[in-house]
T-cell receptor, first 118, second 112 residues
Framework: GAVVSQHPSRVICKSGTSVKIECRSL??????MFWYRQFPKKSLMLMAT?????????EQGVEKDKFLINHASLTLSTLTVTSAHPEDSSFYIC??????????????FGPGTRLTVL | QKEVEQNSGPLSVPEGAIASLNCTYS??????FFWYRQYSGKSPELIMS??SNGDKEDGRFTAQLNKASQYVSLLIRDSQPSDSATYLC????WGGGNKLTFGTGTQLKVEL
């Protein structure tokens, strides 16, 4: 159980275009999903927290108008990178929270999306 | 002081040995502790979670938690080359909205 999928796994786009990444919890309902980015040999950086039916909460320094997040259902959150530029090239990873009895939720990660902006 | 600290490594151990990975955290309100394994170019994979002081064993993995010392560790017995990866320590606290705070990870190399 607790499987999270992401699509696409890899995308190459031209500078100035927008890219949408989907994150799905396949076998559980996730009230909260998280979006991270990771540069080579660096740690995960939390970008935003996505709650079903409400606006996402962005971390300091993350442009909400550039990284649009929609959490339309309990199993789907999307991240749209608008007007992408080469510096947006990175590994984008989502996670979904699954309830854990007696404690805080556990985050399960999707396989990630590697974005390359030319 | 970083919220979650790990030695970046690399930690090299011979095949079959015990690998010991350590993590300290600064927030005494932390309640849940997780170890994730991340292979190069892949996303993190949950290895262990621990919530209470003491040891928790799962196969070749043992997580140890000492809240008084604000210390959590992961032991890997009978280390295999396939265990070579970066191990991320993450903590959560009640009221934190289920957000995780990650350490920078320890790179483990298991040598033949």
């Amino acid at each position: 159980g607790a499987v999270v999928s992401q699509h696409p796994s890899r995308v190459i786009c031209k500078s100035g275009t927008s890219v949408k990444i989907e994150c799905r919890s396949l076998d559980f309902q996730a009230t909260t999903m998280f979006w991270y980015r990771q540069f080579p040999k660096k740690s995960l950086m939390l970008m935003a927290t996505s709650n079903e039916g409400s606006k996402a909460t962005y971390e300091q320094g993350v442009e909400k108008d550039k990284f649009l997040i929609n959490h339309a259902s309990l199993t789907l959150s999307t991240l749209t990178v608008t007007s992408a530029h080469p510096e947006d090239s990175s590994f984008y990873i989502c996670s979904a929270s699954a309830p854990t009895s007696g404690s805080t939720d556990t985050q399960y990660f999707g396989p990630g999306t590697r974005l390359t902006v030319l | 002081q970083k919220e979650v600290e790990q030695n970046s490594g690399p930690l090299s151990v011979p095949e079959g040995a015990i690998a010991s990975l350590n993590c300290t955290y600064s927030d005494r309100g932390s309640q849940s502790f997780f170890w994730y394994r991340q292979y190069s170019g892949k996303s993190p994979e949950l290895i262990m979670s621990i919530y209470s002081n003491g040891d928790k064993e799962d196969g070749r993995f043992t997580a140890q938690l000492n809240k008084a010392s604000q210390y959590v560790s992961l032991l890997i017995r009978d280390s295999q080359p396939s265990d070579s990866a970066t191990y991320l320590c993450a903590v959560n606290r009640w009221g934190g909205g289920n957000k995780l705070t990650f350490g920078t990870g320890t790179q483990l190399k298991v040598e033949l």
